[in-house]
């Protein structure tokens, strides 16, 4: 059974370093977190199983890695100066702020009920009365403090101001200079980087309609109130594909994508039952997308929340690019260069005319995967014995140690050195991390490897080397053989050293 609460997944992502608070040791930064030894490792997995599914296995897809900080022009032509922003609200009591949203759904529902009812709106309908919130925000602030709306903090109704918008966008000087103008922004998502290279990819790849370019990176966004561990932070990661196709091929390619991204998160062990496809409604697009379906995975404690957008990006980013060189004087204008190269577009496939393409964009991000992968992978089993263990059952290919290797006595070098080659040797398989685990108790490394989802601990023994031990005289049909023990099944097996590596391979490859 998947994880119950979020509690038991941030005390594993602790104890286990896999996930610590961002500048701990200065008390911790809100909104940034660090991945440790574990975390990296299957956060490099997912990222690997993502890119091997949509570039490599894939024909009609290029990759790449563009730089976080952008010329603020970028920001400005993709619309995001102007309307990447939360509503929030300060409490004048407290002189805390908040974001509208979040702070409404945390009320006890008949606080909620009222707001609505002192807005004219159905609480059933929660985006449309945020969205009547923001429209209106002397009779929001009349509402909030008439409702009773509490402080989070003090746990007292507060003194609400009017909502207005803040801007989620970090800004960052650049270069020596004293200059007010001479700053950019952190991205605050990859896919500008991959709307700016359109023409760079097209010309050096000549790639035609329909291609898609596909980027994993880091995003920074100010949120108001980051929370919920990983899954709402100011600096995350995101998997993102922006799929360029022909006008009027864009609502197939759109529901092809959908389709693509579901089976991607079953493979990864997030079952399509515990994702529900959210339509969303024409009020609450983001400015250029003329459809978008979220996936809403069920995580713990939190109920269904986005894990992916799938948005149906139409024309706007490269045109809007586009127009903007033009009314900066970089092309002449849009007309004028339609026919020219300066501009983002590409031979429509059967005109031949240019053509501004549309676009599909599926956009993951990757702390919110891990979170559900963790979820999903996230066991606690009552054994035979009556004794409890958790296992992270995750799939191989994303487990972060592949292999642990256990000497049975540290102090044997018959036994450690048998126990080194053997690790060197699965290492070599390009499988991902195998451990030499020689930090004691036997019963201890499996616990800890079943925690951590390693999918096989193998483990060098007297027998293997031909050594009586323990009281023990050695049993010579063991000679060569070693014991893997299967995390899931916790079935234990002797296999020759010779055929180790066949063996494993064909279980993990
Ligand atoms: N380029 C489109 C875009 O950025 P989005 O819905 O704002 O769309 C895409 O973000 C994905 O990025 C989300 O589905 C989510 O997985 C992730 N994401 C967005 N904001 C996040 C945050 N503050 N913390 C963690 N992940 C976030």
Redesign the pocket.
């Known amino acids: 059974m998947p994880a119950q609460n979020m509690e038991e997944l941030v005390s594993l992502c602790k104890r286990r370093g896999f996930i610590f608070q961002g500048s701990e040791i200065y008390g911790g930064l809100q909104g940034f977190y660090d991945y440790g030894p574990l975390g990296v490792e299957l956060k490099n997995n997912i990222k690997a199983a993502w890119w091997r599914s949509n570039v490599y296995e894939r024909d009609d897809m290029e990759g790449l890695d563009s730089s976080i900080i952008m010329h603020r022009m970028v920001l400005r032509h993709s619309g995001h100066e102007a309307t990447f922003s939360d509503p929030m609200v300060d409490n004048r009591k407290t002189k805390k702020r908040y974001r509208l949203d979040h702070l409404v759904k945390e009320q006890k529902a008949a606080v909620q009920a009222a707001v609505a009812e002192a807005m004219g709106e159905s609480l059933e309908n929660f985006p449309a009365l945020v969205a009547a919130l923001v429209k209106r925000p002397a009779d929001a602030s009349a509402a909030l403090i008439s409702a009773g709306v509490r402080d989070s903090h003090s746990g007292e109704t507060g003194d609400w101001t009017e909502p207005k918008p803040f801007n989620m966008m970090f800004k960052t000087t650049i270069g020596p200079t004293a200059d007010e103008d001479s700053f950019g922004y952190l991205r605050?998502?990859?896919?500008q980087g991959i709307f700016t290279n359109f023409k760079n990819v097209v010309d050096s790849t000549s790639r035609r309609l329909p291609f898609g370019i596909a980027q994993i990176g880091k995003?920074f966004?100010n949120?108001i109130t980051?929370r919920n561990f990983?899954?709402?932070?100011?600096e995350?990661e995101?998997m993102?594909i922006e799929f360029f196709c022909t006008p009027g091929t864009d609502e197939d390619w759109h529901a092809h994508w959908l389709e693509k991204r579901l089976s991607w998160w079953e493979a990864q062990g997030v079952p399509r039952s515990k994702i529900e496809i959210l339509d969303v409604p024409k009020e609450d697009l983001?400015h250029y997308s003329k459809r978008t379906y979220?996936l809403m995975y069920d995580y713990p404690t939190l109920g269904h929340e986005?894990?992916?957008?799938i948005?149906n990006r139409s024309d706007y980013d490269l045109g809007s690019h586009t127009k903007a060189q033009g009314e900066l004087g970089l092309v002449a204008s849009v007309e004028e260069n339609l026919d020219s190269v300066a501009k983002l577009t590409i031979p429509h496939p059967e005109t031949n005319k240019p053509v501004v393409p549309f676009v599909i964009?599926p956009?993951?991000?990757v702390?919110?995967a891990l979170l559900a992968v963790m979820s999903e992978a996230f066991t606690k089993e009552t054994l035979e014995n009556g004794s409890e263990r958790i296992v992270l059952k995750l799939k191989p290919h994303l487990a972060p140690i592949k292999v642990a290797v256990i000497p049975l006595a540290r102090n044997r070098e018959e036994i450690t050195s048998l126990a080194r080659q053997i690790k060197a040797d699965l290492q070599r398989l390009g499988l991902g991390r195998v451990l030499y685990e020689d930090s004691g108790n036997i019963g201890k490394a499996y616990r800890r490897h079943d925690e951590v989802g390693t999918p096989f601990c193998v483990t060098v023994d007297f027998d293997t080397v031909g050594l009586g031990g323990e009281g023990k005289v050695s049993d010579p049909a063991l000679l060569g053989t070693v014991t893997v023990r299967d995390r899931d099944t916790l079935a234990q097996e002797r296999v020759r050293v010779d055929e180790l590596s066949a063996w494993i391979r064909t279980r993990l490859a």
């Open positions: 605050p998502e990859t896919a995003a966004r949120e980051p990983i899954f709402r932070v100011r995350l995101q993102e983001a979220d986005e894990i992916e957008g948005a964009e956009s993951a991000g702390d919110r």
